[in-house]
């Protein structure tokens, strides 16, 4: 089967775009809006909409395979690519990309993403924006699948030589600033792993000595115990410090790690996981730090775990980060990934090198991507996956969770 036509439509996301530097820089938080100037080229405001792509790949018989193209919400930050906007991409994916596929016949997933992941511009000798390699193997992956009668799940299980999993995937509620509303949510759904809490200020959310997120986790292990329906319920406490223990505890990196090991004593009985305990700014001397939180934690046995985030954003600094044991898990951030392709690598990697697999992502994604990520956990079997788009925990939930049942519920009938 071919595809007949590739068509573009512009889309929003699930969250925001946020201009990193300029609230580093004192931007102040009013209401949903950023006071402030924007200070990363391309930003308007220092918050505004996020924008999406979908890429729709028209096949012979009619049927319709899309994938969404979207970026992390700190777009154009730490080395990312720049802001994506529709109205700036539309023109390359119809210009460029669409002849990479328009007439040519479906063949593998694997090679019709490699055509514009693996693509390389000869002048510039760059690759295409991240976002837009992310929404188009989307797109390859559902016209496989779509050609195939196949789930997109089986497809990649097919292609890379594993099993979809015979159980959900757990699934990691994200609660953005409102931690304590939202963290309810989670419990009532009982989601599995939660809830984020982004302390990602010193004085106003972790505490100059770390005592705020002290509180937080006793208060979370108490309303979990208070407020579960199911006894059986045990789920993980996963947090974002975003750096801020390194700024507390002045990168003394033992110190860290008995922290964290307090933390883990007040987290009791559920098991926690710090991500981005420091962030020393700069990508060799993160995989140094984590490697020494990690083994200071694990040679005073430790039983907690430490993510990386900040500067694992690659395939190839997740398998540098994995190489070196820096940490115990890595997220996945699958825009940041470029293609699907490498996201899945990502998964095989970490679960071949001893590192656990954190497939994750962004708020600012859309239905869809998180869809095809729900597809790539289940064929992947990660430690967990990121509910997605948004921060509201209900909507991004139910988008994941909904879409491994409907897996769980066909991959042995189709």
């Known amino acids: 089967m071919k595809i007949k036509k590739v068509v573009c439509a512009a889309g929003k996301t699930g969250f925001y775009f946020d201009d990193q530097r300029a609230i580093k820089k004192g931007a102040k938080a009013d209401g949903a809006f950023y006071e402030g100037t924007p200070v990363t080229e391309g930003f308007t405001g220092v918050r505004q909409a996020g924008e999406s792509i979908s890429v729709l790949f028209i096949l012979e018989d009619g049927t319709i395979a899309h994938g969404d193209c979207a970026a992390v919400q700190y777009s154009g930050a730490g080395g990312r690519d720049p802001l994506f906007l529709a109205e700036n991409f539309i023109p390359v994916i119809m210009k460029e990309i669409a002849p990479m596929y328009e007439g040519k016949e479906i063949t593998t997933f694997r090679e019709m993403a490699d055509r514009v992941d693996k693509f390389v511009d000869p002048k510039t000798k760059?690759?295409?924006?991240?976002?837009?390699?992310?929404?188009?193997?989307?797109?390859?992956?559902d016209a496989v699948a779509k050609a195939g009668r196949k789930l997109m799940a089986q497809v990649v299980a097919e292609e890379y030589g594993t099993k979809i999993a015979d159980k959900m995937i757990p699934i990691f509620t994200q609660s953005g600033d409102d931690r304590y509303l939202n963290?309810?949510?989670?419990?009532?759904?009982?989601?599995?792993v939660l809830p984020h809490?982004?302390?990602n200020h010193v004085a106003d959310k972790t505490g100059?000595?770390?005592?705020?997120l002290r509180d937080y986790v006793i208060w979370l292990r108490n309303r979990v115990l208070e407020k579960r329906v199911n006894k059986d319920y045990n789920p993980v406490f996963h947090i974002d410090v975003y750096g801020t223990l390194g700024v507390v505890f002045d990168n003394d990196f033992e110190k860290i790690?008995?922290?964290?090991?307090?933390?883990?004593?007040?987290?009791?009985?559920?098991?926690?996981?710090?991500?981005?305990?420091?962030?020393?700014?700069?990508?060799?001397?993160?995989?140094?730090?984590?490697?020494k939180i990690r083994e200071f934690m694990d040679a005073k046995g430790i039983d907690a775990e430490i993510v990386a985030d900040e500067w694992c954003n690659t395939l190839?600094?997740?398998i540098d980060f994995?190489?070196?044991?820096?940490?115990?898990?890595?997220q996945i951030k699958t825009p940041d990934l470029g293609g699907i392709n490498n996201a899945i690598e990502a998964v095989l990697y970490c679960k071949e090198h001893g590192m656990g697999a954190y497939l994750g992502g962004t708020c600012n994604e859309t239905n869809r991507s998180a869809e095809v990520c729900a597809n790539i956990a289940m064929a992947t079997s990660p430690v967990q996956t990121l509910a997605k788009p948004g921060?509201?925990?209900?909507?991004?939930?139910?988008?994941?969770?909904?879409?491994?049942?409907?897996?769980?519920?066909?991959k042995d009938v189709l």
């Open 197 to 199: 809490a982004l302390f």
């Open 322 to 330: 994995s190489e070196a044991k820096a940490g115990h898990m890595a």
């Open 183 to 192: 963290a309810d949510k989670m419990i009532m759904k009982e989601a599995e």
């Open 126 to 141: 760059k690759q295409y924006h991240t976002a837009i390699r992310y929404g188009v193997t989307q797109a390859c992956l």
């Open 257 to 291: 790690a008995d922290y964290i090991g307090d933390l883990a004593e007040q987290a009791k009985p559920f098991h926690l996981r710090i991500e981005g305990p420091v962030d020393v700014e700069e990508k060799w001397a993160q995989i140094d730090a984590l490697k």
């Open 316 to 318: 190839e600094d997740i």
């Open 391 to 410: 921060m509201g925990v209900d909507e991004g939930y139910m988008i994941m969770y909904n879409e491994m049942s409907r897996i769980l519920a066909l």
């Open 208 to 212: 100059l000595k770390g005592e705020k």
